[in-house]
């Protein structure tokens, strides 16, 4: 029975954890606008490298069309605000993403 009693108390705990909502906040100094314009630049950045040749059109394609998945990424993201889980993957793949294009056009990020 005390073992019943335990294994009910434990499925409601975690369901009311679940039940939480989690508020639309921003991480700080990374928020929606802030995230938006590091792909901008990212997107500049990489343009301006396929422009001076540290990048083939090829690469530079590939590049920008992962700037253009992260962009859709954030569109989803920010509809209903941003979480600071959200904020802060996008940052992380941003961050990600700037070190390859620095790492492929020869530059530091």
Do not use: C, W
């Amino acid at each position: 029975m005390n073992k019943i009693l335990i294994a009910a108390a434990s499925v409601l705990a975690s369901a009311s954890l679940l039940a939480i909502p989690t508020a639309p906040v921003a991480a700080a100094g990374d928020d929606g606008a802030a995230l938006m314009q590091k792909l901008s630049d990212l997107d500049q950045r990489i343009a301006h490298a396929q422009e001076s040749g540290a990048l083939s059109a090829q690469k530079a394609g590939k590049l920008g069309q992962q700037v253009d998945q992260l962009e859709a990424l954030h569109a989803r993201y920010g509809f209903n605000g941003f979480t600071t889980i959200e904020t802060r993957a996008l940052g992380q793949k941003i961050a990600v993403l700037k070190a390859e294009v620095a790492r492929e056009s020869g530059n530091r990020a």
